[in-house]
C-alpha cells in the first residue's frame, strides 16, 4: 500500500516536490495544513502537508511513508505512544513525557521529538509570563498534563500542585516527573482536596478534556473563589475560545489564554525540525491569524 492511499479526501492528488502529514485517528479535522501549508507557501517551499487517516497496522504505514521520502510527521491521537517502538531514536524529553508527536527522517528511520511541551512554553512566553520560580496550579492528569508537568519543571517552576478526579494518575506522574528531575516540588491532589493550595498567586493550566467541543460541564474546581489565586490562566483547549475555565479566570480578574497558540508553536517547532529553518514571529503572527481565521470564523 502507498502511502497516499492514507491520505483523506481532498488531498490524495496533492502534487508537490516534498511532502511532509500527520497520522491518526480521527484526522478529518485536523487544523495542522493550515499552519504548515501557510509557513510552506510564505516561504516559496514547494512541499504540502497531508493527513493521512490510520485506523490499523502503524508500522506497516511509518514504513511507507519512510520508504515514499516523507520528510517528516506529526502524530496525534491515539498514536503518540504507539509509535515509539518503530522509531530509530527517541529525544529524551519526548521519552521522560511518553508521547511523541514530530518524527523527523534520518538516514537509517525516524527519529520522534516532542514538540508539544516546548510549543506550551514558548505560547505561554509569548504571552509575558514567566515558568522560573513559578507556581503552577494544573487541573488534569491526562496524558497532555503529563507533558505540562514535564514542562514546568523543565522550565524551572518552584511548585507545581496537579488536583484531579482520580488522584492516582496525579500521583503518579508527580511521582515520575519529581523523580526525572530529583525534586519533590510536584504535588498531587484529589479534587477534594483543593483548598489545601495554600493561599498564594499561582498559573493555572486547564489540562482535562471539561469544556472540549461544546463548551459544555464544568471546571474541575467549580468553586469561583479559588479561582482569585489564578494570576493567568491557560486552557489547552481552543476549541470552543472561550472554555468555562476561561471564563472563570478572566472573572475573577486573571488573564486568560486559550490553547491555540500552543497549537502554533508545536506545529512550528515541527516544521523548524523538519526543514531546518527558523520561524520569524512576524511569520509566526500571520499564521496565527490564518489559524483564528479558520477555526473561529465557522
Ligand atoms: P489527554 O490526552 O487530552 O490528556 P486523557 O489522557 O484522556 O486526555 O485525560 C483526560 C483528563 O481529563 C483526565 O485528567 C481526566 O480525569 P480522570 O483522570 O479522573 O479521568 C479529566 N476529565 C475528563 N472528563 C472529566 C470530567 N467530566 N470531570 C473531571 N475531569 C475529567
Not at 488573564?255 to 506545529?267: E, I, P, R, S
Request: glycine letters at 8%; a negative charge; hydrophobic letters at 40%.
Amino acid at each position: 500500500m502507498s502511502i497516499m492511499d492514507y491520505a483523506i479526501e481532498g488531498y490524495k492528488n496533492v502534487q508537490a516536490k516534498q511532502y511532509i502529514g500527520i497520522f491518526g485517528n480521527p484526522i478529518k479535522h485536523t487544523l495542522s495544513p493550515v499552519i504548515h501549508d501557510t509557513l510552506s507557501k510564505s516561504l516559496g517551499v514547494d512541499e504540502r502537508y497531508i493527513p493521512f487517516h490510520i485506523t490499523d497496522n502503524l508500522k506497516a504505514a511509518v514504513e511507507s511513508a519512510y520508504d515514499e521520502g516523507i520528510l517528516g510527521l506529526n502524530i496525534t491521537v491515539p498514536y503518540k505512544q504507539e509509535i515509539m517502538p518503530y522509531l530509530v531514536d527517541i529525544d529524551p524529553a519526548a521519552k521522560a513525557i511518553g508521547a511523541v508527536n514530530t518524527l523527523v527522517r534520518t538516514d537509517v528511520g525516524y527519529m520522534g521529538y516532542n514538540t508539544d511541551m516546548p510549543g506550551l512554553a514558548k505560547a505561554i512566553f509569548s504571552e509575558g509570563m514567566e515558568l522560573k520560580d513559578s507556581k503552577v496550579v494544573m487541573l488534569g492528569a491526562g496524558g497532555a498534563a503529563r507533558a505540562v508537568a514535564y514542562m514546568c519543571l523543565y522550565y524551572g517552576a518552584k511548585r507545581v500542585y496537579i488536583i484531579n478526579r482520580t488522584f492516582e494518575k496525579a500521583k503518579s506522574i508527580a511521582d515520575d516527573i519529581n523523580m526525572e528531575f530529583g525534586k519533590d516540588c510536584i504535588i498531587p491532589l484529589s479534587s477534594r482536596d483543593y483548598k489545601s493550595i495554600p493561599e498564594d498567586r499561582y498559573i493555572f493550566i486547564q489540562c482535562t478534556s471539561v469544556g472540549l467541543h461544546n463548551g459544555d460541564g464544568l471546571p474541575l474546581v467549580d468553586d469561583r473563589g479559588f479561582y482569585q489565586m489564578a494570576e493567568c490562566g491557560v486552557d489547552l483547549i481552543y476549541n470552543p475560545a472561550k472554555t468555562p475555565f476561561l471564563q472563570l479566570i478572566e472573572e475573577m480578574g486573571g488573564k486568560a489564554f486559550n490553547g491555540l497558540k500552543m497549537l502554533l508553536y508545536q506545529g512550528i517547532m515541527a516544521y523548524e525540525l523538519w526543514n531546518q529553518v527558523e520561524i520569524s514571529e512576524e511569520l509566526a503572527n500571520i499564521v496565527y491569524s490564518e489559524l483564528k481565521n479558520t477555526v473561529y470564523s465557522k
